[in-house]
């Protein structure tokens, strides 16, 4: 269960419970580690959620849309479902419809039934990127030259390539251009390689258990390895800053 802050006894924003786009990042951190402001405004792009709006433009979220949020994320996270799936079972929950959610490559009596045994992806179309990233074509084909961001077969992409191009626009910020990302891309696709070496015979069993379980550990070791990733830069930075 997401832990709110509460109101206190202030005035405005707080004294209403309401929150900053960044308290809000931090409280869902606390279940889902790799979620950023980035994928936040996403999904509210998306209409998941609709943060009031202060004069000035400024997001202010109530512990309602918090916890709105974390049910999103949870469904993405065990279930796979596609935003639009995530979106009606929201929908039916408002209502006070029971929501029966799905469960990966579950066995009866030793028979595989007909659920689906492995994840869908949510996936996006090149428009519908393009706006929530706020860039234009010429620099999606950039990103997409130097491998940051890559499309699917079908000419889509995967929902992790909005955090991609969030976090790309803001090292841009910074002056870092996505040429100087080549060696962050790189050192990701050999930490993806080193996970698939891992889970590969998993991936392969005929078991669809096991097949399920080879998600549950690619999802394990991906986020072990963006911990360790983390952590190596800010040692870095601090054994150089002394």
């Known amino acids: 269960m997401l832990r709110t802050p509460s109101g206190g006894a202030g005035n ?7 929150m900053s786009i960044g308290t809000v990042l931090n409280v869902l951190r606390e279940e889902f580690p790799e979620v950023t402001i980035s994928k936040i405004r996403f999904l509210e792009s998306e209409g998941l959620i609709e943060p009031q709006r202060t004069p ?9 849309d918090v916890e709105r949020l974390g049910h999103v994320l949870r469904m993405q996270r065990d279930h796979y479902l596609p935003l639009k ?50 860039i234009g074509e010429q620099e999606l084909d950039e990103w997409e ?3 940051l961001i890559t499309p699917l077969p079908d000419g889509g992409y995967d929902a992790e390539a909005v955090t991609v191009a969030g976090l790309v626009v803001e090292l841009g910020r910074f002056g870092i251009e996505p040429r100087h990302l080549r060696a962050v891309k790189a050192a990701a696709d050999r930490d993806a390689g080193l996970v698939d070496q891992v889970v590969a015979p998993l991936r392969l ?11 549950a550990r690619t999802r394990e070791l991906a986020g072990l390895a963006v ?3 983390a952590a190596l830069v800010q040692s870095a930075l601090g054994v150089r800053l002394h």
Do not use: C
């Open 12 to 18: 405005g924003a707080a004294a209403r419970g309401l």
């Open 56 to 64: 000035s433009g400024y997001r202010k979220f109530s512990p309602e």
């Open 85 to 134: 799936v995530i979106r009606e079972h929201l929908d039916a929950m408002e209502r006070g419809e029971a929501v029966q959610l799905p469960s990966l490559g579950r066995q009866r009596d030793g028979e595989a039934t007909d659920e689906p045994e492995g994840p869908t992806a949510a996936r996006i179309g090149r428009a519908e990127l393009l706006a929530t990233a706020e």
């Open 145 to 147: 030259s130097y491998g």
């Open 205 to 215: 069993h005929r078991n669809p258990q096991t097949r399920a379980h080879a998600e």
């Open 227 to 229: 911990k360790l990733h």
